[in-house]
Antibody
Framework: EVQLVESGGGLVKPGGSLRLSCAAS????????MNWVRQAPGKGLEWVSS????????YYADSVKGRFTISRDNAKNSLYLQMNSLRAEDTAIYYC?????????WGQGTLVTVSS | QSALTQPASVSGSPGQSITISCTGT?????????VSWYQQYPGKAPKLMIY???NRPSGVSNRFSGSKSGNMASLTISGLQAEDEADYYC??????????FGGGTKLTVL
């Protein structure tokens, strides 16, 4: 069974930092590009960042560029998102996700709340 | 990186058909056949319903179909059922090697 399990969310003050983790199992993690997608409360989905299978290429949404860093450890089947200089508008559920043709796996999400 | 444009809401009666549009540009929807559609229930993760414009993953009802013309993609649900009531999102690959989602459409089954 495929599982993506996010962790690391929580309450953080504006300007603070948080590191999200995503533990993958049940599929060949090292073979696929991975993504972070977020959803603010009551709002739509927003793509945040992608990383290729070997970490050769990394992409960010303009809204997080320069503040967030995506990384992965294929030996640990894990995906990460280092979030710095957090703002109130970064408050959202953060999903770890993989999609490739007919394959689509999403975690249950982890809630990040940025508030003083 | 502007979100793709979807209607905020659509509605239909059981048994009817509805279509949700997803409008982008030649740099995303119009430029690639990497348009997907997701269904999301409240408090749940999105579920892939259509990939690469018109393909259905196994297990997805054939009442769901997708198409594209120019910069606009569409999701059609035929034979509407109560269980189809959910939020629907389109997504597309872009010329910047990024991904973009639509703003989402709330489907109400009357």
């Amino acid at each position: 069974e495929v599982q993506l399990v996010e962790s690391g969310g929580g309450l953080v003050k504006p300007g603070g930092s948080l590191r999200l983790s995503c533990a993958a199992s049940g599929f060949s993690f090292s073979s696929y590009n991975m993504n972070w997608v977020r959803q603010a409360p009551g709002k739509g989905l927003e793509w945040v960042s992608s990383i290729t299978s070997s970490s050769s290429y990394i992409y960010y949404a303009d809204s997080v560029k320069g503040r967030f860093t995506i990384s992965r450890d294929n030996a640990k089947n894990s995906l990460y998102l280092q979030m710095n200089s957090l703002r109130a508008e970064d408050t959202a559920i953060y999903y770890c996700a993989m999609w490739f043709q007919l394959l689509s796996y999403w975690g249950q999400g982890t809630l990040v709340t940025v508030s003083s | 990186q502007s979100a793709l444009t979807q209607p905020a809401s659509v509605s239909g009666s059981p048994g009817q058909s509805i279509t949700i549009s997803c409008t982008g540009t030649s740099s995303d929807v119009g430029g690639y056949n990497y348009v997907s559609w997701y269904q999301q229930y409240p408090g749940k993760a999105p579920k892939l319903m259509i990939y690469e414009v018109s393909n259905r993953p196994s297990g997805v009802s054939n009442r769901f179909s997708g198409s594209k013309s120019g910069n606009m993609a569409s999701l059609t649900i035929s034979g509407l059922q109560a269980e189809d009531e959910a939020d629907y999102y389109c997504s597309s690959y872009t010329s910047s090697s990024t991904w973009v989602f639509g703003g989402g459409t709330k489907l109400t089954v009357l």
